[in-house]
């Protein structure tokens, strides 16, 4: 069976190196001269900068991604650096919570300052660990869980405490989201806190892992796919620099709605199913801000104020803390300027939220060396709306259960941030719920 992938990015990587793994010889297509998409990491004055990831849970032993990332090879390529302690510094209007290590003593000093949410606060965290397990088996993946993180926390009355909780709805939806859905929160939440990690060089060191390890899988550089191609029977080919190219499958990693474009003439059934997915909700939009800062930070800082602000370290660079500042921004407010208009908002968004960040802590001096906005999440993923982690994880929207690897037009099929849900934990599950499709060449 001859493959294509398309998009160079961590999720394609993934699904070229499990597809290996079964005996296939996929093609990648990447439109951009690099590989990596958002995991990307990039250098300016010698000083290392993350773009896409910073940290992920289910990385302690035993833990789901530990696990894959051994099976696959990929462990023994990286270095995971543990946390000192706590990982996630919450700043709740004003009243600080910090997020240990720990999904039991996380547990405990919840209970400690909230004595009274005591038994709420042990059932919820019961159901977290009912959902928790994270697995690509078959019978796991098809049941659906519609809950939302609002409904099981019903019990918890305390408002903080409500937002203590609905801020690890941040790393797959948005800031204290209550419509997120359950069943990807809880993966998130206990396995953050039992297994958090930092990966020493960033994205760009699971991107080298990955490239490292595949053998027979052919990379196509600057090389977009700009139509797929369908008869009856489903698609069997791509254009890409204007030639045409068959394959019996087609697994797409870009944003479906980017993807669904790029065919012609669906039939009623699969037209239904375009216009479902072009209405799918986005998560939202953001800037970043590259800068060294004088002061040691060594935790993951989040700003709860009217609008949010985190302040997310790397690693240290001549005695400086390597970090990005991350803040809501709005993909709109970009999209129709001109070149000297982009350059005039872009300075302004980030002197703005440089100015907000100085105001909340001492972080000491901060030299701003690179930003980012909107535009430029859109220009690596060519997704929709340059949202943050793609199509929003609410519970209603992985209910209708459009977005699964296998699509309603036959042959082809989605992976990436887009399809399970985001992040490591998201394209890792993706890939591998995905290989349930591939049987293994004989
Ligand atoms: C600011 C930020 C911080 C994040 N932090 C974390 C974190 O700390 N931990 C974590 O686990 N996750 C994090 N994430 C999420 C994580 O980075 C992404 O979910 C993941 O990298 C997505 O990988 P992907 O391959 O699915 O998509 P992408 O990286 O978007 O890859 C898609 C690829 O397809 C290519 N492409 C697009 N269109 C075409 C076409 N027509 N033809 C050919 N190629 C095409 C693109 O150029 C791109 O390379 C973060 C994301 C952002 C934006």
């Known amino acids: 069976m001859n493959i294509a992938i398309i998009g160079g990015g961590l999720s394609g990587l993934l699904c070229a190196l499990m597809l290996e793994k079964r005996g296939y010889s996929p093609t990648i297509y990447e439109r951009l001269p690099k590989i990596g998409g958002v995991l990307d ?44 302690g706590v990982f996630d510094i919450l700043n709740i209007e004003g009243e600080v919570f910090e997020v240990p290590q720990s999904s039991s003593l996380f547990q405990a000093q919840l209970q400690e300052r909230f004595p009274t949410e005591k038994d709420a606060i042990a059932t919820f965290f019961e159901k977290c660990y009912e959902s928790s397990i994270i697995s690509s088996k078959p019978e796991e993946f098809v049941k ?99 030639e045409r190219f068959s394959y019996d499958a087609i697994v797409s990693t870009v944003h479906p709605k980017t993807t669904l474009n790029m065919l012609q003439n669906l039939n009623k059934k699969q037209s239904r199913y375009k216009h479902h997915v072009e209405d799918l909700e986005e998560s939202p939009s953001f800037f970043s801000i590259f800068c060294l800062i004088e002061n040691e930070i060594v935790s993951n800082i989040y700003f709860y104020e009217d609008e949010f602000i985190s302040v997310l370290p790397s690693r240290t660079y001549e005695g400086k803390t390597v970090a990005t500042i991350l803040a809501g921004s709005k993909y709109s407010e970009y999209e129709n300027l001109s070149k000297s208009e982009y350059k005039l908002k872009k300075e302004q968004e980030c002197a703005y939220h440089l ?8 972080f000491g001096e901060i030299e701003v060396i690179d930003s980012s906005t909107p535009l430029t999440k859109q220009h690596y993923s060519n997704g929709a709306e340059g949202s943050i982690y793609g ?11 459009v977005l699964m690897p296998r699509t309603r037009v036959n042959n082809l099929y989605f992976a990436g941030e887009n399809i399970i849900a985001p ?17 293994e060449k004989k």
């Open 41 to 84: 990491s990039f250098k300016r004055k010698q000083v290392l900068f993350d773009i896409g990831f910073h940290y992920s849970g289910a990385l302690a032993e035993k833990q789901y991604l530990y696990n894959s990332m051994q099976d696959l090879g990929l462990l023994e390529k990286l270095q995971l650096e543990k946390y000192d």
């Open 144 to 242: 659906i869980d519609s809950r939302s993180v609002g409904d099981v926390l019903k019990d918890i009355k305390n408002t903080k405490l409500r937002k203590i909780f609905l801020h690890f709805t941040i790393f797959y939806a948005t800031a204290f989201f209550e419509e997120a859905s359950f069943d990807f929160y809880a993966k998130i939440f206990i396995n953050m806190l039992d297994g958090t990690r930092k990966i020493e060089e960033g994205g760009g060191a699971i991107i080298s892992a990955l490239q490292n390890s595949l053998m027979t899988t052919k990379i196509k550089k600057r090389s977009e796919v700009t139509e797929i191609i369908l008869d009856e029977d489903g698609v069997n080919a791509l254009v890409c620099n204007n």
């Open 355 to 362: 100015e907000r960040v100085k105001k909340l802590y001492d």
């Open 391 to 401: 199509v929003l994880c609410s519970a209603k929207q992985k209910s209708l259960s």
């Open 423 to 439: 992040g490591l934990i998201g394209a890792f599950l993706g890939a591998e719920i995905l290989m349930n499709y591939f049987e």
